[in-house]
T-cell receptor
């Protein structure tokens, strides 16, 4: 699976949009981009995934560049409960449950 | 649905002891996985299974065994515990295909 690069940490003011970047410059055509987050010591929680089109759900939006070498996760109105570590993962389509997590971005939402 | 359950929540072992971490899911998911998470690190895949009777190794399989005799259960066995296996262990499951994984609450293991 392609390696991903994320900033180690970011801050965001409460109520503002949080934009979390991810670089995956070696991504292949059949690899999907997934985002998970981990709040404190809990198990990771799925947020969103996509292949090449932008995606939106009730939690977030995922913007993937046209060359697919990078993506941005957007939390439109960050709350204190969004403070967590966010993981960007690139996964080959349907290779079983093989997710390779990096160290992620620690997002702190500031009141 | 209980989702993904893991037992025990906490465990302390002495070096050389063996034990089994239990994982069960009630969502009829085909895929199940085990990860470990060391302090300040991301999750690393230990073993995974795409269905009953089928298992395969992840990136850090040494020192661990798994089996998948039923769809619901995916136990992780530590054969001879070592201090390097002190970690938090997470189990996850998902439907076959490009679906999200559901994670259990974790087992915090300390090996002295």
């Amino acid at each position: 699976d392609a390696k991903t690069t994320q900033p180690t940490s970011m801050d965001c003011a409460e109520g503002r949009a949080a934009n979390l970047p991810c670089n995956h410059s070696t991504i292949s055509g059949n690899e999907y981009v997934y985002w998970y987050r981990q709040i404190h010591s809990q198990g990771p929680q799925y947020i969103i995934h996509g292949l090449k089109n932008n995606e939106t759900n009730e939690m977030a939006s995922l913007i993937i560049t046209e060359d697919r070498k990078s993506s941005t996760l957007i939390l439109p109105h960050a709350t204190l409960r969004d403070t967590a570590v966010y993981y960007c993962i690139v996964r080959v389509a349907d290779t079983g449950n093989q997710f390779y997590f990096g160290t992620g971005t620690s997002l702190t939402v500031i009141p | 649905n209980a989702g993904v359950t893991q037992t025990p929540k906490f465990q302390v072992l002495k070096t050389g002891q063996s034990m089994t971490l239990q994982c069960a899911q009630d969502m009829n998911h085909e895929y199940m996985s085990w990860y470990r998470q060391d302090p300040g690190m991301g999750l690393r895949l230990i073993h995974y299974s795409v269905g009953a009777g089928i298992t395969d190794q992840g990136e850090v399989p040494n020192g661990y065994n798994v089996s998948r005799s039923t769809t619901e259960d995916f136990p992780l066995r530590l054969l001879s515990a070592a201090p390097s296996q002190t970690s938090v262990y997470f189990c996850a499951s998902s439907r076959a295909g490009l679906y999200e994984q559901y994670f259990g609450p974790g087992t915090r293991l300390t090996v002295t």
